[in-house]
C-alpha cells in the first residue's frame, strides 16, 4: 500500500533494509541461533495440503534479495489510517508486504488464470490479479511496469508474472512488492501467512517486519498474533474503531 506520506506525517522516513548495512541483518540472525534459510521458505508435505501457496520470489532472503517488512492484519500503521487508506478493508492492512529491489522478478504463487492486468484495484503503478480456480485470486501490487500477460492467459506456479516496483516511482525510497490473497470473486481478503508455504515466524525475526498489533485495551489478546488475523469483508464496517486503543492514535 501507499505509505509514504503516512510515513512523512509521523516525522519517519523509511528506508528498505537492504539500504541498512549488511552487519544489521546478520545481528538479527546470530540473534535467533542457527537459522536455516530453506527451512524457512520450505515446510512439509501436510502444511502443503493446507497452504497451497508457494513465495512470490525465488530464491533465499538477503541483504540483495527480499525481506517481509509488513503483515497482513490489523497492525498499528493500519490502525491510525484505518479510516483513510485502508477503510476499504475494514481497516486492516489486508496484504503482506515484501521489500525488494526494483526489478526483482515476481512470481506466480500458484497456477491460474489471469483476471485483470492494471484494474482499478490500486498499488501503483502497475498491478495484476490472478484467479486460481480454487476459490482463491491473488493480487500483485506496485509493479514497476505493466505486466506482460493478458487478461484470460494461463499462468503457472512460479513463473514470472512482472518485477517489483516502487509506489514513490523512485526505485530508491520504499519499493516493494503488496500482495494479496482474495476469494475469486475479489470481495474478501484473506491472510496471505496461512496460505503460503514458508516459516513466516522466522522471516519475521529476519527480515524485520514490524509485528505490533494494535491492542483493544477491552480485549487485549485479540488478533495479535500475524497468524491468527481476521478476514477482510470489502466495503464492511471497521472491525478496529477501538473505544480504548494501544498504542494510541495521536
Given amino acids: 500500500m501507499d505509505e509514504s506520506r503516512f510515513a512523512s506525517a509521523r516525522g519517519l522516513r523509511w528506508k528498505p533494509l537492504w539500504l541498512l548495512r549488511p552487519t544489521l541483518l546478520f545481528a538479527m540472525v546470530a540473534a535467533i541461533g542457527v537459522f536455516s534459510f530453506s527451512d524457512a521458505t520450505g515446510g512439509s508435505n501436510s502444511d502443503q495440503a493446507q497452504r497451497p ?17 509488513q503483515p497482513y492484519g490489523n497492525t498499528d500503521f493500519a490502525y491510525r489510517f484505518r479510516d483513510t487508506t485502508y477503510v476499504a478493508g475494514q481497516g486492516l492492512h489486508f496484504g503482506v508486504d515484501i521489500a525488494a529491489p526494483c526489478g526483482t522478478p515476481v512470481l506466480a504463487i500458484g497456477d491460474g488464470t489471469v483476471y485483470s492486468v492494471d484494474s482499478w484495484h490500486g498499488a501503483a503503478p502497475h498491478n495484476l490479479m490472478i484467479n486460481h480456480g480454487n476459490g482463491y485470486a491473488s493480487f500483485y501490487g506496485h509493479l514497476l511496469v505493466r505486466s506482460h500477460l493478458k487478461r484470460g492467459e494461463k499462468v503457472t506456479q512460479g513463473q514470472v508474472v512482472g518485477q517489483v516496483g516502487d509506489p514513490d516511482l523512485t526505485c530508491a525510497s520504499r519499493p516493494h512488492l503488496h500482495l494479496e490473497i482474495r476469494s475469486e470473486g475479489h470481495t474478501r481478503a484473506y491472510n496471505p501467512l496461512t496460505l503460503i508455504e514458508a516459516d513466516w515466524e522466522r522471516l519475521a525475526l529476519v527480515g524485520g ?41 495521536w
Fill in 209 to 249: 517486519a514490524p509485528l505490533i498489533f494494535e491492542m483493544d485495551m477491552d480485549n487485549p489478546r485479540l488478533w495479535q498474533d500475524m497468524l491468527d488475523q481476521p478476514d477482510v469483508r470489502f466495503g464492511y464496517p471497521l472491525l478496529n474503531e477501538y473505544r480504548n486503543a494501544w498504542p494510541p492514535d
Fill in 53 to 69: 501457496f508457494v513465495l512470490p520470489f525465488a530464491g533465499d532472503p538477503g541483504p540483495d534479495s527480499w525481506y517481509f517488512i
